[in-house]
Each structure stands twice: as C-alpha cells, then as structure tokens.
C-alpha cells in the first residue's frame, strides 16, 4: 500500500516537497519485525528542526508507548542525521544536510536507518532520500583553454573542450554549452558514457594564419536549475602550420585491476602513442581527458612518459571502478583518445565494527533467565567474503547471545546469577570475519550484578564460652560475639542484640549488655561466685536488608572464683595442740576503709591431738573481707596432710618458727621490715611519752625534775595470743601511768588502722610494776 505526502521544509525555490511511504508486515523469527521501507525526503539545506514525518501514524503506536518502549533511530553511518521527538512522534533535521558531502555524485542519495523499540525489541526500516538544490555553480577546471590548431585543418573537424564541473546532479548539473558567435567555429554537445555532456568545437571554415593567427572563444556551461547558474572559460585558438597525421594510442582500451591498499605512487599503467609526423608535430604530451573531480584527485598522468600513478588512496568501500579518459596531443594540436578501465580489487582491509546501543549495567543477581542486558550491531566495510562477520562471546558465563535483524545482536542472561560467587563480569564480544587473512575485534561490555538480600548474618561459632572473675568492675568487656555476611551494602551490616532468655527468671537485662555494632558483650553488675556461678543466652545477628535476614548463637558465662591457689601442708600426727601448720596473707590493692581487712595474717593451729581416726587428708577453707561496699572477699583452701614418721625432736617450736623458716618470698620480708619499722617508732614514742609525763608529775616537788626509770625493761611486748609470737592484729600499744596512785598497764588502741576492737585495761598490782624497775 503506498501513499503520498506533501511534506514542508525550507529550500530555495522549493517550499514543499513529496514524500512516499510503502507499507506492509511480515514476521520474522516469531519476533514481529517490520520489512517495509518507509521513504522520507527532505531537500538539502533545509533547516535544523524542520518536519520530515511523524513515525507514530506509520507505526501505528499511541505517542505514550514511544517513550516507554525506548524508541530510538539509529542511521547506518551511525550519525544523528535525525532526532525523534518522543511526545509527539514526529522525526525532525538534527543537522541541516549538504547532499554533496553525504551523496558526492551519487544519484539518487538515500540515507538509510531504522527505528528502534527496545521492549519489547521491534526494529522498522525507513530512507531518507535528501534532494539535490542548484545552490553550486558549473566551474572549468581550466578558466583559460589554450588551442593549437593548423591552418590545413580542414572544416568540420571537431576539437574536445574541457567539461564544466557541478557538483549538483540531475537537472542542477551541466545541461548545456554556448560559444560566443563567430566565423570559424561553432559548438557541438557529445554524451559521455557516464551521461554527462561534453563540448566540442567543429571548424567550419580553413583558419588562415596569416589574417587572423590568434581567436579568442567565450564557453559557457548552463546548468538546469531555475535560475540556471552559468560559468565561463576562455579559448584561445592558436594557428598553427600544417600538422596533417593525429597522434594514434597502442589500444583504444587500457583495463587495470588495481588493488585498493595500493601505495601513493603506485603506477597504475603507462600508456603510449604515435605520431607520424615529425619535428614540433611529432612530438606528444599525455593528459586527461574530461575527467570528474574524484579523478583528478586520485590519479596523475605523466605529460611525457604517459605513465599514470596514485595520488590518493584507494577506498573500495567508497568507489569500486574509475572511468578515465586520456588523450596525447602532438605539436600540432592534433590529438589521439584512449580510455583506461581501473578496477579496485576489494581487500580484507576493515576490521568488524561493534557499536553498544544500549546496555544494563547493573543487574540484579535474581533477574530471570533471558533478560536482555545489551543491544548491539556488528559492521564491516569489506565486502564478499570480506565482509561476512561470526560473534561470539566467551564460554562458561550465565550470558548467551541472540541474534537479531540485519546484524544486530542482543546479549541476554541464560541461567541465575550469584554476586556472592562473582560480582562482576567482564564479557569479550568476538567479532571475526572470514577474509584472508581474518580481522577479528573485540570489545569488552563490563556487567556488574547487585545485590540482594539472600544470605543470612553466619556466627563465626555455633556457640561462646565465656570466662569472667567474680567481683568484676561494672561494665567491664567479658568478650566479644561475631557474625558476617556474604551480601554487600547494606545488606551485610548486621546488627547484634541479646534473645529473650528462655528461662524468665534469669534476669539478663541487669546481668549483660551487647553492643549492636561490633558484638561486645559488657557485664552490667558485679558477679558473684558464690550467687551465680553460671549462666547461658542467645545472641541474635540481624542485617539491614528488605527483609531482614537474622541468625543466632549461644552464649555461656562462666563465673570463676576468686580463690588463690590451693596449697598443702604436711602434719605429723604427733604434733601438740597449738602446733603452727601454716600462715597465710590477703593483700588488697584499695586503699581506705575498702583496703581494710578482717583478717589479714591469719595462723592455722591444731585444735587437739590427731588420733589415728582422724582422715589422712584434711580440706581447710579460710575467707578473707574488706571492709568497702559493697564487701569484696577472697579465700584459700588448705590441704593437710597428716603424716607418720617425723621425729619429735624435729618439730619446730613455735618461738623458733621464723629462725627455722625457709627464705620468704619479697612481699613477705616487705611486711616484715614495714612492721618491725612501725613497732620500734612505737616503742620510742611510748617512752618519750612516759618520761613526758612523768616530768609534769613532779613538776612542783622536785622543781621541772623528771624521774628517771629504772631497772630492766623487757625487750619484747607481751603476745595476748597465746602463741609466743606477735600477730599484726594483736599488736597494742601501752604505756604506764606515773604519779602516787595506783600503779596500772592501760591498753590505749591498737596499732593496726584496720583493728576496731574495744580498749583492753589490764590492771597490775604493784609487785608487777616492780619487775619493770619502777619503784
């Protein structure tokens, strides 16, 4: 079904033009596909913008589905001769066409393209047919012609002119020469073979030398357009002497194949000729003859030698034969014509063209199978088999390819993606073709695959043992949880929180503490041993994905106790009661009233005689408390051991405990030196004290008279423990009362900070007083 319509477009002279559009469907493939060939023209120079057809009444589409469908157009030489207007259809210049530099002088020129709609994928062909205006003006290549002709030539011999050159076609081309009126000549048209006229000069009356040696002609090429443009050459004719034999070519037809990926320089023939005549009339000078501008450009002739070369390249995809004609002219003015026939020999020279349309970069890594990724087109200027293209892409990827119409290709997906196992990939499109020697073209489409939200936060353990010492610091970091994630984004960030214990008597809000980000497990209170020596909770990791995906592990702490070492000790069965089994020290790193302790020397004494009865093996415990809040304590357990065989002479009295004793560790000897220090400030101190008060006793009877004590003093303080050795806490401080009363030992605090006991008076008679050396 075809159909006209006037189309506007602004042109000189031009204001409307016709367009043609052929009609009709065929499927292809299962896929619908459009083989008819809409025509558009459009006349050159006509404005950017301007009208050329609306595709949405050829297509038969609403204006709303341009867009959705991502309709496009796309020119063979992949250049943006048009720009489609998605709100309303209608396909208008991108760029104002100049049919010479598009066409040259091809005739009729056609812009091919096609219409594109990506989804679902629909391709429709149409052309662009741009129609030739007169806006150039016919030129001779030579403004001024120069004849030789003799003054034998006899009337109707005819003389070849240059052609006039127009770069417009058709009707705007050369249609028509005029010479200016004259006696001797008149103006001839002849055809060439490719259609165009020439002009030839016909003498009609003998040239005499002597009267008129020298003409001058005016030639006027016409072209058709309206108004016809025109341009001009002068001829001169020079008179010549008789010259009566024309120069004659070895053949009338010279045919060359020439390879198209010839050098410059490259000597395409070397024609020759003969002239019987002899001096200035034998003599010959090769040139062209009525030759196209391509010509001109691409090929030169030697004026002398006849030989003809490459001045430009060849291009086989551009002109694949030249037509040229050549002529020699001897001294006379006499010439012979000769044609040379070059063909251009197609050769594998272009490798494949891929160009990308369109491509999904990223894709999500749950897409289905046969989503389209990419839109591409493969091209290859070559020819024959040349220019026949095989595409690949590499093997073992989830991606395959499908071809579609006139060498356009879609890549798709062919099975399901995973972004954990590979986020990117890199596919290499193979293009080869099947010229010798092959060209191959590779071009690389990097597709990268987002994430989705499939994999689950993983524990690096199913579960956690903890360990944490009673009596811990508030908030005090007992261990760390951990989990990963394979996603990306936000969909590997994971949070961490504490699962509601299955036992709800377990109070784990006030016992731990997690934190969301990186997993630390926090103690929130002090433990203690002795109340909760073990408890268990979930910890459960979440990502930030839609949905959110979660996992958990189990957590178990473990409280340990603050015993020291346990330690044993060797008793012999025999030992007395009283008998010193072993010491043992509590040091606190407090200070203050929270450095305080109830107990800290503490001796362990047998309690009665061991009797064979008893175990062999006894277990002691001893606890030891400071005095903070709240109260922090510790203990040791004993291990005593009841032995047979140690001899009694050998035990060791309990005065003799620390002569006997075995070299004590540095903290011990510190708290040895640190007490003897302290005892003898306090020895000192009682004395100055006494002797103090004894001068203010006497003050008036024996005039500022102090009394001096006399008689032996004991050297060591009395051990209220009973055990013949001094014990930290039992160490007191005395000092006697001097005067006329009653003589008494008076108790006055204890020298321990940490001893809080009540004041102990001691009450002495006289007699005991005596023994010190008072009288």
């Known amino acids: 079904i075809g159909k006209q319509e006037k189309i506007p477009f602004l042109g000189k002279g031009n204001p409307q033009q016709i367009r043609q559009v052929l009609l009709f469907f065929v499927f292809l493939g299962g896929s619908l596909v459009c083989s008819e060939t809409w025509r558009y023209s459009v006349a050159e120079e006509t404005e950017i913008g301007s009208f050329i057809g609306n595709v949405v009444k050829d297509i038969g589409l609403g204006v709303e589905d341009l ?67 007169n806006d150039h003006t016919p030129t001779f290549t030579n403004k001024h012609i120069l004849l030789k002709i003799s003054e034998s030539t006899a009337p109707g011999t005819s003389f070849q002119m240059d052609s006039a050159q127009d770069l417009d076609v058709g009707k705007n081309g050369v249609q028509n020469y005029t010479l200016n009126p004259n006696l001797h000549f008149h103006l001839k048209l002849q055809d060439s073979e490719d259609g165009r006229k020439y002009p030839e000069l016909l003498l009609d009356q003998p040239l005499d030398r002597e009267k008129e040696p020298e003409l001058r002609l ?216 099947m010229g010798t020697p092959r060209l191959k073209t590779e071009h690389n489409i990097t597709v990268l695959v987002s994430d989705v939200n499939d994999n689950a936060p993983t524990f690096t353990q199913t579960s956690y043992t903890l360990w944490v010492r009673e009596n811990n610091s508030p908030a005090l970091h007992i261990g760390s949880v951990s989990a990963t994630d394979t996603d990306a984004g936000a969909n590997a960030q994971v949070t961490y929180s504490l699962l509601p214990p299955p036992d709800p008597l377990v109070p784990l809000a006030s016992l731990v503490s997690i934190n969301p980000d990186n997993g630390h497990l926090f103690a929130l209170t002090s433990l203690d041993y002795e109340a909760l020596r073990a408890f268990e909770f979930h910890v459960g990791a979440t990502d930030r994905g839609s949905p959110a995906l979660s996992s958990q592990a189990l957590v178990r702490v473990l409280v340990a106790d603050n015993a020291s070492a346990p330690c044993t000790e060797l008793v012999p069965r025999a030992a007395e009661p009283g008998y010193l089994v072993t010491k043992v020290v509590a040091v606190d790193g407090d200070a203050g009233q929270n450095a305080w302790l109830s107990y800290q020397l503490l001796k362990v004494r047998t309690a009665r005689l061991l009797s064979e009865r008893d175990a062999p093996k006894q277990r002691l415990v001893v606890l030891v408390k400071d005095n903070g809040e709240p109260p922090l304590s510790a203990s040791v357990t004993l291990h005593v051991l009841l032995v047979d065989g140690f001899s009694q002479p050998y035990l060791p009295a309990p005065e003799a405990e620390a002569a006997a004793a075995a070299p004590a560790d540095p903290l011990t000897v510190y708290l040895v030196v640190a ?65 006329t009363g009653t003589r008494e030992f008076k108790v006055l605090k204890s020298v321990a900070s940490n001893h809080r006991g009540s004041m102990i008076n001691v009450e002495e008679n006289s007699d005991f007083l005596n023994g010190f050396g008072f009288n």
């Not at 004991?714 to 930290?728: R, W």
């Not at 401080?733 to 005067?739: A, H, M, N, R």
């Open 675 to 739: 007490l003897a220090s302290v005892s003898s400030l306090f020895l000192f101190s009682v004395l100055v004290f006494v002797a103090v008060r004894l001068c203010r006793r006497a003050g008036a009877t024996s005039a500022g008279r102090c009394p001096v004590l006399e008689g032996h003093f004991p050297g060591h303080l009395v051990d209220v423990s009973g055990t013949g050795t001094l014990s930290q806490s039992y160490q007191y401080e005395v000092c006697l009362t001097g005067g």
């Open 67 to 133: 867009a959705a469908r991502g309709a496009r157009v796309i020119f063979d030489d992949y250049k943006p001769h048009l720009r489609l207007d998605l709100q309303t259809g209608n396909l208008l210049l991108n760029e104002q066409p100049d049919r010479e530099a598009l066409c040259d002088l091809t005739e009729p020129c056609i812009l091919h393209f096609q219409v594109l709609l990506e989804n679902p994928l629909q391709f429709f062909r149409a052309e662009l047919w741009v129609e030739d205006i």
């Open 218 to 433: 005016t030639l006027t090429a016409l072209d058709g357009g309206s108004p016809a443009r025109s341009g001009t050459a002068l001829v001169r004719v020079l008179v010549l002497d008789i010259n009566d034999n024309a120069p004659q070519f070895e053949r009338s037809v010279y045919e060359v194949p020439i390879p198209e990926n010839s050098p410059l320089d490259f000597l395409v023939v070397r024609v020759s000729a003969t002239d019987l005549d002899a001096g200035i009339n034998g003599e010959l000078s090769y040139s062209f003859s009525h030759v196209s501008r391509d010509i001109q450009k691409t090929f030169e002739i030697h004026p002398i030698f006849g030989e003809v070369r490459l001045k430009a390249f060849l291009d086989f995809e551009l002109l694949q034969s030249y037509t040229i004609n050549i002529q020699a002219t001897d001294g006379g003015g006499l010439s012979g014509k000769s044609v040379i026939l070059v063909s251009v020999v197609d050769v594998n020279d272009n490798p494949p063209e891929v160009v990308v349309t369109s491509l999904t970069s990223p894709i999500p890594e749950n897409s289905s199978p046969e989503m389209v990724v990419a839109v591409f087109s493969l091209r290859d200027q070559d020819s024959g088999d040349n220019g026949r293209m095989v595409c690949s892409i590499q093997d073992n990827l989830p991606f395959l390819l499908k071809p579609n119409f006139k060498n356009f290709y879609t890549l798709e997906t062919e099975s399901p993606l995973d972004r954990e196992s590979k986020a990117e990939y890199i596919i290499t499109i193979t293009v080869t073709d």
